[in-house]
C-alpha cells in the first residue's frame, strides 16, 4: 500500500517563499521518480516538477522555471518542493505523486498520489 501525504501549505503574500514536502509510505521509494502537480481554481491538475529515483535529473513546467526547485531525500521517503517569489497565479491545491517509473515527465506516467495541500498566495 502506497500512500502519499503532503504538508506545508498555507497563505502566504506574494514574493514569499515555501516549502511543500511529501511523506510516501510504502517500499522501494528510491525506485520510482517522483513529482509534483497543482490543480489552479478553475483549471485542471498539472504537473509542475519532476525529479528521477536518485534525484539526478529535474525538469519543471515554464511556468515555475527558475522559481521551484523539487529534489528528494531517499533516506527519509521524503520529496520537497521549495518555491520561491511565489506568485498570486501560484494559488492552487499542490499534489505529490509517485511515477510508474524511475522518472515520469508527461502526467500520464504517475499512478499514485496524494490529497493534496492548499497553497494560497495574496497580493
Known amino acids: 500500500q502506497v500512500q502519499l501525504v503532503e504538508s506545508g501549505g498555507g497563505l502566504v503574500q506574494a514574493g514569499d517563499s515555501l516549502r511543500l514536502s511529501c511523506l510516501v509510505s510504502?517500499?522501494?521509494?528510491?525506485?520510482?521518480?517522483m513529482g509534483w502537480f497543482r490543480r489552479a481554481p478553475g483549471k485542471g491538475r498539472g504537473l509542475l516538477a519532476a525529479i528521477s529515483k536518485s534525484g539526478n535529473s529535474t525538469s519543471y513546467a515554464d511556468s515555475v522555471e527558475g522559481r521551484f526547485t523539487i529534489s528528494r531525500d531517499n533516506a527519509k521517503n521524503t520529496v520537497y518542493l521549495q518555491m520561491n517569489s511565489l506568485k498570486v497565479d501560484d494559488t492552487a491545491v499542490y499534489y505529490c505523486?509517485?511515477?510508474?517509473?524511475?522518472?515520469?515527465?508527461?502526467?500520464?506516467?504517475?499512478?499514485?498520489w496524494g490529497q493534496g495541500t492548499q497553497v494560497t498566495v495574496s497580493s
Open positions: 505523486a509517485r511515477a510508474r517509473t524511475f522518472y515520469g515527465i508527461i502526467d500520464s506516467q504517475y499512478d499514485y
Open positions: 510504502g517500499r522501494a521509494f528510491g525506485n520510482y521518480g
